[in-house]
């Protein structure tokens, strides 16, 4: 498993603004992902953070909008630029590890709750 | 789209009643992971399936993996207010190494 941390675990921000958040993973890891979940709705994988080249994103998110980067194998960072309303959510970061067995699987951070006013 | 469908989508029993949760798709995975998550905090692994058929059982959590690895569910026996949170499955999709599609959730509520 991996223990994950991130920063900040709340912000309340004005539209047009920009907030980053940040990831820490407490070992290296290959894969880190960032999610977003909407109030009482599932996850949505916003992007692959991958380490030292560009970003993967979904269909629907642009790097423009949440621009990401990996510097090291334990830390990356999410931004949610120019904030409207609607970007209102939580952010998650998640890792890919190894469980029991040599099965991979994701571990999540607590999460980021943004409100924009 | 929305490949992972979970039913029911909310819960609301007491303590002690038993309740089974289902993940349904028409594509196969190569694993299958189910969460739970509680009000302020990310999403904790309770277990990953692998093996078509495959039964795993976590205390009073039994999780079943699909015959044709389309399907899942949970069942829990004996519920307890700490059961309350919400219920995610996720699927690796075969070929597709390491993204997880999220099914659409199950808000479990547990009375005294």
């Known amino acids: 498993s991996a223990v994950i941390s991130q920063k900040p675990s709340r912000d309340i921000c004005q539209r047009g603004t920009s907030l980053t958040i940040q990831c820490q993973v407490d070992?290296?890891?290959?894969?880190m992902f960032w999610y977003r979940q909407q109030p009482g709705q599932s996850l949505t994988l916003i992007a692959t953070a991958n380490q030292g080249s560009e970003a993967t994103y979904e269909s629907g998110f642009v790097i423009d909008k949440f621009p990401i980067s990996r510097p090291n194998l334990t830390f990356s960072t999410l931004t949610v630029s120019n904030m409207s309303p609607e970007d209102s959510s939580i952010y998650l970061c998640?890792?890919?590890?190894?469980?029991?067995?040599?099965?991979?699987?994701?571990?999540f951070g607590p999460g980021t709750r943004l409100l924009v006013l | 789209t929305q490949l992972l469908e979970q039913s029911p989508q909310f819960l609301s029993i007491q303590e002690g009643e038993n309740l089974t949760v289902y993940c349904n798709s028409s594509s196969v995975f190569s694993s299958l992971q189910w969460y739970r998550q509680e009000p302020g905090e990310g999403p904790v692994l309770l277990v990953t399936v692998v093996t078509g058929g495959e039964v795993k059982k976590l205390k009073r959590l039994t999780f079943q993996f699909g015959d044709a690895r389309k399907d899942s569910s949970l069942h829990i026996t004996a519920a307890q207010p700490g059961d309350t949170g919400l219920y995610l499955c996720?699927?690796?999709?075969?070929?597709?190494?390491?993204?997880?599609?999220f099914g659409t959730g199950t808000r479990l509520q547990v009375t005294l």
């Open positions: 996720a699927g690796a999709i075969t070929g597709t190494a390491s993204k997880l599609t």
């Open positions: 998640s890792v890919e590890a190894f469980s029991g067995r040599a099965i991979e699987t994701q571990y």
């Open positions: 070992s290296q890891v290959t894969m």
